[in-house]
């Protein structure tokens, strides 16, 4: 097996993205890519003195709001709150502390990992009530405390313990990793009488601890004629981690159940432990009714990826449930790098994009352009004029990504019919506007020279026209004009990029910054000046400013200062602040 293959499997089945998704970005947002400066974070250090004093104070509000906001203030990465940890473990233990303020303040523990007063915890988490109990127990749970481990193993073998403690044990037990509670696991997990949320919390937390010699149980779950879902998927969660081979045979058994439920967490193991055996089941896995089933069928075929097999997942680009689709493409994208498999899945993507179907045709043009399949073009040209506005996007970004020169007429066509369509009917839907966009962007990257007079016309301000259109014309004859200025032009854009900040409707940020990247790209020194007067002493950061600072520099070769790094705070507003 493929090394690289498994490990991408394994980050499928945990439901991760082992690279960057496949997505239509427009070339002008990275073209040029503009340095912005990182801001300078801002913490809230400047309140923790007065909160420290609301923490020692005896009204209950004060207590509670302080506790609150240390804790949501370390969360978001504020340093040396440490200090405040004797008095909350003072108001955590004092009996006359009331409840509303106990638990912010236990929870302000847990946040900060004051793992030295777990003895303090423990002992008011016993004391003061089951909410006390749900913020703590999981904390000591994960800190592996052992004094309150008794407790838990009591309250398993207790048939009255209270629902919500029951629970606190049976979490504490899964994520410590005890084994000895593992007959008290088991007896909740056979006891038809409790509820079945209780059952399978108790299922799952043994299979996690215990991975051979729960076959038995198991069985006996399954053993009658028509095994409810709940024994059904008990017997599942026990059996997730087994390997022997007459366990892994019920998990085969229970990844070919009627309900989907049953059938994915099977399948999941399955894939962990050995994806072989479910190779017999594929095509059944991959026809189901369910989405998390089907996905399970793709990470099989992904870590045991032949030819065949790429050509059968290169289908399911067409799948009904979009995070299939999604996958399925991710997937092919990376096995399409070992060459065995690029020609099948070329193929397989070829047929569906030719299909008549907008799903597996958004699907395929992603996948095609980003492997860089330029007979794919003739077949996207066709697709301009999709009802769907998921198709034309796609396309469009494919055809400006494969710049193939026999597609420059169908998009010059596609972009005139938009402006003659806009300028009777109105704006255009997002999808056209980013559609258009991408077009514009093609035409000036190949450098058309028919296309400059259409491209001129997005150049006035005309809001119906769509603003990613307009941003994409204008960055569009910047190539097409490159070195080559053209005073006209370039005055107009001047016009658009300094038009002032009052005017109503104001122009878009995004036709401004265009504008001044071309000004720079076609070398058009007459219009610094104006450039210049319009930037000012303005050092805010925006798209606009770095634009012109970056048009500027092209023109002149002067590198203005840098601008002022932004400030953000973490948080705009805390119950209780600092003048200063």
């Known amino acids: 097996m493929r090394p690289i293959v498994l490990l991408m499997t394994l980050l499928l089945t ?14 002008m947002d990275s073209d040029p890519i503009l340095k912005v400066p990182e801001p300078i974070v801002v913490f809230p250090v400047k309140h923790r003195p007065l909160w420290l004093k609301a923490l020692a104070r005896p009204e209950i509000d004060l207590q509670r709001r302080a506790a609150e906001a240390i804790a949501e203030a370390h969360l978001l990465g504020t340093p040396d709150l440490a200090e405040a940890k004797p008095i909350l473990v003072n108001i955590v233990s004092a009996e006359s502390t009331h409840p509303a303020a106990r638990v912010p303040a236990a929870r302000a523990l847990i946040v900060l990992e004051a793992r030295e007063s777990a003895d303090t915890l423990f002992a008011v988490s016993q004391k003061y009530g089951t909410d006390l109990r749900q913020q703590i127990e999981p904390a000591l749970a994960k800190w592996k405390y052992q004094p309150i481990r008794q407790v838990w193993q009591q309250r398993l073998d207790v048939a009255d313990t209270r629902q919500r403690d029951l629970m606190l044990a049976i979490d504490a037990a899964q994520v410590t990793s005890d084994s000895s509670m593992i007959p008290a696991l088991l007896l ?10 209780t059952r399978l919390a108790a299922a799952r937390a043994a299979g996690q601890i215990q991975n051979s010699g729960l076959g038995p149980d198991a069985e006996k779950l399954l053993d009658s004629p028509a095994p409810s879902i709940v024994n059904r998927l008990c017997a599942t969660s026990l059996l997730k981690q087994h390997r022997s081979q007459t366990e892994q045979s019920r998990l085969v058994r229970l990844a070919q159940d009627e309900e989907p439920t049953i059938a994915a967490a099977a399948l999941t193991a399955l894939n962990f432990k050995d994806p072989q055996l479910i190779l017999p089941i594929g095509e059944q896995v ?15 075929y992904v870590t045991l990826a032949t030819p065949d097999r790429a050509a059968r997942l290169g289908r399911l680009l067409d799948d009904p449930h979009p995070g299939v689709r999604g996958q399925v493409r991710e997937r092919l994208f990376v096995l ?3 060459a065995e498999l690029f020609a099948p899945i070329i193929q397989s993507a070829t047929e569906v994009l030719a299909g008549d ?3 597996g045709q958004e699907q395929a043009a992603l996948l095609l352009t980003a492997l860089d399949h330029k007979p794919a073009a003739a077949r996207m040209a066709q697709l301009l004029n999709s009802p769907r506005g998921e198709v034309t996007v796609a396309t469009a970004w494919g055809l400006r990504k494969l710049a193939v ?17 806009r300028s009777k009917v109105g704006t255009a839907t997002h999808a056209a506007d980013a559609q258009v966009a991408h077009l514009c962007e093609a035409l000036g990257l190949m450098k058309y020279a028919p296309a400059d007079p259409v491209l001129r016309s997005y150049v006035p301000k005309n809001l119906l026209l769509g603003e990613l259109t307009r941003g994409g014309a204008i960055w569009a004859l910047g190539h097409l004009h490159a070195d080559k200025l053209d005073e006209p032009l370039a005055k107009l854009m001047t016009e ?19 504008c001044a990247i071309s000004l720079g790209r076609m070398q058009a020194k007459s219009q610094v000046d104006p450039m210049r007067k319009f930037l000012g002493p303005n050092t805010e950061l925006d798209t606009t400013s770095m634009a012109i600072r970056w048009a500027i520099h092209e023109l002149t070769g002067e590198t203005l200062p840098e601008p002022a790094r932004p400030v953000n705070f973490v948080k705009s507003k805390w119950f209780l602040e600092s003048l200063d």
């Not at 997990?189 to 949320?197: A, E, I």
């Not at 020169?405 to 369509?421: C, G, N, R, S």
């Open 14 to 27: 945990a439901g991760a993205v082992a690279r960057a998704e496949i997505r239509t970005e427009l070339a």
């Open 188 to 197: 909740i997990v056979h006891d038809p009488l409790r509820p079945s949320g």
């Open 286 to 300: 991959l026809t189901n009714r369910d989405a998390n089933v089907r996905l399970q069928g793709v990470a099989t």
């Open 336 to 338: 399409a790098q070992e």
């Open 357 to 359: 179907r907008w799903p």
């Open 405 to 421: 020169q026999d597609t420059l007429p169908a998009i010059l066509e596609k972009v005139q019919k938009e402006f003659e369509v």
């Open 496 to 514: 658009r990029l300094t038009e002032p900040l009052s005017a109503i409707p104001q122009e878009s940020s995004r036709v401004r910054h265009a």
